[in-house]
Nanobody, 125 residues
Framework: QGQLAESGGGLVQPGGSLRLACKASGGIANAHTMGWFRHTPGSTREFGDFVAGITWSGVTWSGGRLKYGNSAKGRFTVSKDTDNSTLFLQMNSLEPDDTAVYSC??????????WGQGTLVTVSS
């Protein structure tokens, strides 16, 4: 059974940067879309916000369609590595309002959405 594991969260000062990673393992096949949601600590994923996502182009991930939530536009960049196993979220110009648990997801071509456990990002001076 496939799994998603996030890493890269931590404490960063306002204006700083972090790069989150989401490693897919366990034989995940036929991924159609991968991306990131976030929710504030103390809340739950069901009340989270979409951050960014990338959809398989049919040929490559690098040619896939990118989509960003309003909070991420101009500051965050989503990408996927060439061996197709890791999704990244580069976050720049971080603000205290970006403090959240960031969870990655994977939508296969068929079947339910998969979620990682999440990684906490805290933006504070």
């Amino acid at each position: 059974q496939g799994q998603l594991a996030e890493s890269g969260g931590g404490l960063v000062q306002p204006g700083g940067s972090l790069r989150l990673a989401c490693k897919a393992s366990g034989g995940i096949a036929n991924a159609h879309t991968m991306g990131w949601f976030r929710h504030t600590p103390g809340s739950t994923r069901e009340f989270g916000d979409f951050v960014a996502g990338i959809t398989w182009s049919g040929v490559t991930w690098s040619g896939g369609r990118l989509k960003y939530g309003n909070s991420a536009k101009g500051r965050f960049t989503v990408s996927k590595d060439t061996d197709n196993s890791t999704l990244f979220l580069q976050m720049n110009s971080l603000e205290p309002d970006d403090t959240a648990v960031y969870s990655c997801y994977l939508d296969p071509t068929s079947g339910p959405r998969m979620w990682g456990q999440g990684t906490l990002v805290t933006v504070s001076s």
